[in-house]
């Protein structure tokens, strides 16, 4: 239990990953030129794109007047097709053109920003990370409440003030979730040292708590992984909580504990960050099969994994999202086999398992090629 626990956790770090590079990589890279250009030569001019060759219109709009481009810049910033330093970049050069044909010295470019503060912020995180870990796991012992207090209150008061004051400054918004996103995990550490809660309970309400006000105020999805881990860690607290129930009640609360979870992620991705929403509700529900499979609940696991990674595969043909093919492989890799090794108690059971994981990777595989295929044709 305690390994699959693991292993949840590093899934849910991979997955996050896959959700979110998308993101990244359209707020970082430039600006790809459309195909179109090569046929059409055109000029950036302030109103907009006038092809090479042809004539501008008699009254040229000044520098400072918006039109067709701004507008088509404004709506691609709304979008997140374009970051608001790349749009000004293009703006820069739409006017450096309108000044060099006006015979006007153009304006200085605009900054280009450096990730070396970005590095070490990360840096600076991973630093405090790092330390817990190192208290935690040598000193911890040693150290008199004071100074758990202090280390653990620290650890979360550094990023947090650290995150607030970029936020505030309008810049870095990158390194600034990322460091409030620590603070929400930290929030827990913190919580547990003051409080001392045994039980977990109030260091995983906190967890949820940070998270979803992060989320709210914000509007952004990386705020959903530390809320669901505190979620799941809630869950099982919570059940743990009951001594005088078994453990396959415990057991089976857990597992009910965690589709809610997988509910309440189906419904915030209506609002915010989809792909990661409906990833991480994939894989809570996916987990539901872990005490299922503990307790030799083979048949109801073998359902619940089937029908969830079903689902999730169908959202990948309708949405293609990739990590719903990510979550969806995994629960069949992790469920079938087990579950078909418990019903037929032979080994012959984890090896149709793995033919069934097998399938479900050479489909998701075709699928993902048909769609990059798809997509590919339709930029040409």
């Not at 000029?43 to 709009?61: D, E, K, Y």
């Not at 000193?139 to 409440?145: E, G, I, S, V, Y």
């Not at 004051?165 to 995990?185: I, M």
Request: glycine share 8%; net charge positive; aromatic share 4%.
């Amino acid at each position: 239990m305690a390994m699959s626990v693991v292993l949840l956790v590093v899934l849910a770090i991979v997955v996050t990953a896959v959700a979110l590079t998308p993101a990244i990589r359209r707020r970082q890279s430039p600006a790809q030129p459309s195909p179109s250009a090569d046929r059409q030569p055109a000029v950036v001019g302030v109103s907009g794109l006038v092809p090479a060759g042809g004539h501008r219109p008699a009254q040229t709009p000044s520098v400072d007047e918006p039109g067709r481009l701004d507008r088509e810049l404004s709506e691609l910033v709304h979008r997140r097709v374009l970051s608001r330093a790349q749009a000004e970049r293009v703006r820069w050069a739409a006017d450096a053109d309108a000044q060099a044909r006006a015979g006007l010295v153009p304006d200085p470019r605009p900054g280009t920003r450096s990730g070396v503060l970005d590095v070490v912020g990360y840096v600076g995180g991973a630093l405090v990370l790092g330390a817990l870990i190192f208290a935690g796991f040598t000193l911890w012992a040693d150290l008199t409440r004071a100074s758990k207090l202090v280390l653990a209150i620290a650890s979360f008061v550094v990023p947090a003030i650290g995150g607030a004051v970029l936020v505030l400054s309008r810049t870095r918004r990158g390194l600034a979730l990322a460091l409030l996103a620590l603070a929400c995990l930290a929030s827990g550490f913190a919580v547990h040292q003051v409080v001392q809660d045994e039980d977990l309970v109030w260091t995983a309400v906190a967890v949820v708590a940070c998270s979803t006000v992060g989320a709210i105020l914000l509007r952004s999805g990386v705020f959903l992984l530390p809320g669901w881990f505190g979620a799941m860690g809630l869950t099982i607290a919570a059940a743990s909580t009951h001594d005088d129930w078994s453990e396959q009640i415990v057991s089976n609360a857990i597992a009910l504990g965690w589709l809610a979870v997988a509910a309440v992620l189906v419904a915030t991705g209506v609002v915010l960050s989809r792909q990661l929403a409906w990833a991480l509700a994939g894989l809570s529900a996916g987990a539901a099969t872990i005490p299922l499979l503990a307790f030799d609940h083979s048949v109801l696991a073998l359902l619940l994994g089937t029908a969830v990674s079903t689902v999730l595969l169908i959202g990948l043909v309708r949405l293609q999202y990739p990590a719903l093919a990510v979550v969806g492989c995994l629960i069949v890799l992790g469920v079938w086999p087990v579950a078909l090794y418990q019903l037929i108690d032979t080994a012959l059971g984890v090896a149709l398992g793995l033919v069934v994981a097998g399938c479900a990777l050479i489909g998701s595989a075709v699928v993902l090629a048909r769609m990059r295929h798809a997509r590919d044709r339709v930029i040409r």
